[in-house]
């Protein structure tokens, strides 16, 4: 019998062979592969004559630098997109007004704005000017009135998912105005003094009309995608990578160092830090458990760091419910927490103890609750249980709530090691409670359930303002610090706190705003008014040769500071 | 053309043909079983579906707040609310889901920038297909050929081992041998790439037309590109290939020790025909018939693996699409997910006992 395909057994089987000897890996540090060419051609747009010859800049050729990392494209539109890695691709793509410097926390310099800009006297506008003949990497132009039109017909509009505009546009901005080719107005709802800081944020980075227009959400656009930044999208597939290369028209001070840069997402921490190791990816970043990063450190020829900063971990202590309505009994749980054990008991060191609710890099952040309570001080913790009488005999009965699958699989460790600590008072029986997330949040923000509970929190804009407005008004996420419905405090200490902060927000002033948040955190560790814990801390990892840009702060995680925001165009290979 | 539909075209129109066949050429028996078959189908994705919506929807807390957390305004959780239907009483939205469901409409995602469900999975099903197809074919080419080797070396030292190999590999959790040979194979020894579908900085290279790549890069004749897709297929293919080729190894096994019992063949032996020729062209052809009947089983198997082996690997597919919304805590991602896997197992086992049925013409309904 004839068998016309037994030919393609072997072919198979050779192909396989093949494949497995091939040496296609590339293993070397810095992955200096040549970029291949690409079959995605930039588009060809019908976008307006450019109004000025563009700066082109030239990347070192061949250099290609591939980034991991475990999170995921959930979309691009800077009206919409609420996601860290989606910020992140944003702010590579694009350039704001302002930016944060890298490496920085707390230091603003000037993006696609001429200088910085200024308020009026009531506080009520900001006005600041684009540097002349900007345009996307398209050729189309930035000017005033395209960015103002983006503001008020996007941002201030269109409503996606994401709720960006009605979460960081609308309470602040209510319109754009362009005074000339060049000069924006921002009229405010009120006097905001941490707008400079909300303008660095990746809803106000300027957005290519041609591809974002007025009439809807583009969360998924079509690649190429030009911006203002460093960098435009060569090609995307979500969940698999995202191919940047350097922007032809950029004309910032900071452009790209290596000619191509890959996000490549992983599905699991684990492969991505096999992938590190094994040369597969150059650069590991977000989000490594402790385990991985402790499997990691002291291996030849990576580099592990840490960041300390980013995402918190904290009680949210209900004010309004016994037992955490007396102040002693909170007093007594910030007494007896001891963040040093949680640290090493539960993440072998990985994470850092929080002793402000202004996580350390940011504008005034001190270490408030280290200095008023030196916890654990188990002395203290007994005293101030026994001012309110409890007593061995007569303990406290203190409910824990927390999420168990919410924050990762060490959360329900953690809370153990809490309860322990604050038993080993004496005086206090912890019953922990687990509750699946959706209920708990809910039970959280009622304030109706537990007097305790466990949170995470991670900045919308990086300023201390993000880090405190929360808990405090409104009800403050279930602290009950101030009445959800009149917005006033329970008590003077509380509202001389909502008056601080609001203070505090209308000050554009840094010394101004620092020395008011010092207050704000010293009334705040008299309250109580959430228990900080620690820092999730991010880490960063690299393989030797990768570095940094030495012109900017913390070269040793790659120029990511506390804002935690990785600025590709920093990134060098050797 | 829409990744899904390019799929089921490929997979539809050799059906449709087979079912023509049938419709016409075949006998009054086996039209009357096709169709009783392809008429049960309906009603088991039906109840698949429906248990899918009421086990959503009987888990404790509220999907939308579970979704958008802490910083969710009221406004825009009602709103949300509102778009997913969830405000109205349970029967509506269960007409309204079963609904969807017959249109193929399997609703928005709440994450993703609630972009349709439908077009995230057919974004992935070809990725799946590409990890499932090869692992199936190894699995049954593991099982056929060892099977057979076992049953005529019955009770000698290789029979054991394969015996003890088939039982061991089914024992695996997938994502361990998973790990296990990333670490092996991709960290020590350094022979394979740990993930991925493709070395990155050839992903961009290769134009996507069924985003299969192994097909679309044969079919722009990118060889590069071709060399580092099976060079990335290797480890995820062996984990799921693997696993799945215990249990086909020890039906193929028993079956052809069974058949190599018949009468037929001791008369085939008896005319002096060869033990190769007999074995291997009339014993485990028969002997193939209840494996087939497994491959239908075994899709659910090859499906929930899959979830695990593209989470180990970082395989872009359904699997971990799922996975992730589940972690994100999509409520209708999820959802439309499940239908989607319920409706592909359904399918493959309605085309399986059909061609069971033309296999064997002692099927009857």
Redesign the interface.
Known sequence: MRRPYKWLVPLFALALVAAACGDDDDTTPTATTAAPATTAAPAQTTAAPTTAAPVTTEAPAGVTLIIGTTDSISGLDGADAYAVHDWELLKNIGEGLLRWEPGSGDKLVTGAAAGFGEFSADGLSYTIALKPGLVFGDGTPLTAQSYADQINDRLLVLEGPGGVGPALGQPYVESVEALDDVTIKFNLTETWGFFEQLLAGAPYIPTNPTQFTAAELNNFPDAPIYGNGPWYIESYVVDEQTVLKPNPTYQGDSPAQVEQVIVRYFGSPQSMAEAVQTGEIDVAWRILGPDLISQLTGVSGLNVERINAGPIRYFIVNHSLPPTDDPNVRKAIAYAIDRDEISDRVFQGAVDPLFSPIPPGFLGANDVYDDVYAAPDVGAATAALAASGYTPDAPLDLTLAYPPEHYGGTVADTMQVMKEQLEATGAVNVDLVAQEWSTYIGAVIGGADYPVSFLGWFYDYPDPDNYLNPFIVNGGLGTMVTDPDTGEGIDATSQELVDKLIQAASTSDPSTREALYGEIQALHAELVVTLPLWVEAEHVVYRDGVSGDDAFGSLVTLNIGPTIEFNYNTLSAS | MHPLALIFLIIGVPAALALAYIFIRGSHSLRRYVLTRIVLTIPMVLILASLVFLVLRVI????V??A??????P??KE??RTNLGLNEPLFIQYGSFLGDVLTLDLGNA??????PVVDELG??LPATLELIIPASALALGIGLIFGTWAAVRRKKTSDYGFRLYSVAIYAMPVFWLG?LF??LF??WL????????I??????????TTNMLLVDSVLHGNW?AF??V??HM?LPTLTLGLILSGVFLRLTRINVIETLQEDYVAAARARGIRERVITYSHALKNAMIPVITLIGLQVAILLGGAILT???????GMG??L??RITA?DFTAVQGSIVMFALFVALISLAVDIIYSLLDPRVKY
């Open positions: 404790p807390g509220d999907p707040t579970s958008l957390g802490p910083k969710g305004s406004e825009v709103r949300l709440m994450t993703l920038a609630q972009r974004e992935r790990l990333q670490l991709g960290v350094g022979w394979t790439p740990t993930g991925g579908r070395e990155a900085t050839l992903g961009a290279t290769v134009d996507r590069e060399r580092s099976l060079h290797i593209e989470t180990v690997f970082s395989w872009p971990r699409y996975v992730d805590r």
